[in-house]
């Protein structure tokens, strides 16, 4: 979700949702750019900030006490989440414009108290089938 600050500023949150019927609130991590457009080997630093409402999965719009405005770059589905405590791994079925689905496998390792740092470790934009299933 892109974030545009009333001060001009902006940046990427990603939303995770913690239960398949997004009751619960929302994983959020503060990125520099697209979790969605990283090719195999790049990285980026994360920040966990607080969790968000569910309601921000589908809200595109103005945010209430001047704090700007969102609008959805991408939307996705885990497939796959593996927890421990400082490594995640997870598999991600994004959705595109074009219908084709692109999947993506991340690692994520804690540096810090609300540090992380994403690795895409594979894609593959097979309109087919996913990773797991070849």
């Not at 009333?6 to 619960?24: F, K, M, N, T, Y």
């Not at 968000?52 to 945010?63: A, F, K, S, T």
């Not at 969102?70 to 593996?82: A, F, H, Y």
């Not at 894609?123 to 087919?128: A, C, K, L, M, P």
């Amino acid at each position: 979700m892109l974030h545009s600050l009333a001060d001009g500023s902006r940046h990427v949150d990603w939303l995770i949702a913690q239960d398949p019927r997004g009751r619960e609130p929302l994983l959020t991590f503060r990125v520099g750019q697209r979790i969605d457009q990283l090719a195999v080997g790049q990285q980026l630093t994360a920040r966990r900030v607080a969790d968000h409402r569910p309601v921000y999965l589908g809200y595109e719009g103005p945010i209430s006490d001047n704090r700007g405005s969102v609008s959805r770059l991408s939307s996705g589905t885990v497939i796959s989440l593996e927890q421990q405590p400082d490594i995640w791994h997870l598999e991600v079925s994004w959705h595109s414009q074009t219908g084709a689905p692109q999947y993506q496998r991340l690692r994520m390792e804690r540096e810090g108290p609300d540090q992380w740092t994403i690795v895409c470790t594979s894609r593959d934009s097979n309109s087919g089938t996913g990773p797991r299933d070849r």
